[in-house]
């Protein structure tokens, strides 16, 4: 699982994942920097990437 506190302590992150989005849930990436998203996006980026297999992504939800 990646925790909230582990995409803090890095500057940039990408996350692999279904991400839930306004009108569709997207199979893709959540890129962030500083702990702030930046970018999502169905394109694989380069780097390192933590891929959280079948769980889902809820940007802004904080648990």
Known sequence: KVGI???NNM???SIKGKIIL???I???YL???NGKIIKITPEKPQGEISDTGNAF???GFID
């Open 31 to 33: 890129i962030t920097e």
């Open 22 to 24: 306004d009108n569709r």
């Open 5 to 7: 506190n582990k995409i």
């Open 57 to 59: 992504i809820v940007p």
């Open 26 to 28: 997207l199979e893709g």
């Open 11 to 13: 500057s940039k992150r």
